[in-house]
């Protein structure tokens, strides 16, 4: 089991670029969710999936859009890259829909840099 | 706003020395409470959790963290500390008032000196 992976590790990009995020898991989970974090202020909540065929937005939305594709995966894309998308992004995965019980586990991350 | 609350950024202390992190929260209501761990160059994993019943739980590696639901705090502990104890350690809340989503403090950073 690889758990949750997430493509690339790193990545530059210049303002206004676009690029997706992927996000893959093997664990059958119904949820999975898209986190940044920054320092000092932990994790935020950007958008999840409570299931397959649904998104819902988090906490910081704005400039982002996702996709499930399918039960695996789950995609996080920037349109238009700004510097204040800077940050360490992180999907995770839960078994649960959403229940207020679940544990959720994470992907090593993807390290983005805006320019 | 409703938020998660960690004091300390960072905290240096030897091996063998006591740890306590500090973790309170401002929802209402029934929350369930996590401490996750992020190991230098690894994924976040979870700690310890506590959802009711014994207000002491015990997680993994010797850590434990008490629920005192009077302070709205979730206080992260280890007895003894060693070097590979060094981590960023975040407290995570997920409460009914908040849309059973998970919300994480901002992250305390450990560093044990050898």
């Known amino acids: 089991n690889a758990g949750v992976t997430q493509t690339p590790k790193f990545q530059v990009l210049k303002t206004g670029q676009s690029m997706t995020l992927q996000c893959a898991q093997d664990m059958n989970h119904n949820s999975m969710y898209w986190y940044r974090q920054d320092p000092g202020m932990g994790l935020r909540l950007i958008y999840y999936?409570?299931?397959?065929?649904?998104?819902d937005k988090g906490e910081v939305p704005n400039g982002y859009n996702v996709s499930r594709l399918n039960k695996r995966e789950f995609s996080l894309r920037l349109e238009s890259a700004a510097p204040s998308q800077t940050s360490v992004y992180f999907c995770?995965?839960?078994?649960?829909?959403?229940?207020?019980?679940?544990?959720?586990?994470f992907g090593p991350g993807t390290r983005l840099l805006v320019l | 706003a409703q938020s998660v609350s960690q004091h300390n950024h960072h905290v240096i202390l030897s091996e063998a020395a006591s740890l306590e992190l500090g973790c309170n929260y401002s929802?209402?209501?029934?929350?369930?409470l996590f401490w996750y761990v992020q190991y230098p160059g690894q994924h976040l994993q979870l700690l310890l959790k506590?959802?009711?019943?014994?207000?002491l739980v015990k997680g993994i590696k010797g850590f434990e963290a008490e629920f005192i639901k009077s302070k709205f705090s979730f206080n992260l502990r280890k007895p003894s500390v060693q070097w590979s104890d060094t981590a960023e350690y975040f407290c995570a809340v997920n409460a009914k008032a908040a849309g059973n989503k998970l919300t994480f403090g901002g992250g305390t950073r450990v560093l044990v000196k050898p």
């Open positions: 995770a995965s839960s078994e649960a829909p959403s229940g207020p019980q679940e544990t959720q586990y």
């Open positions: 506590y959802f009711s019943g014994d207000p």
């Open positions: 999936s409570a299931s397959e065929g649904t998104t």
């Open positions: 929802y209402g209501g029934t929350v369930n």
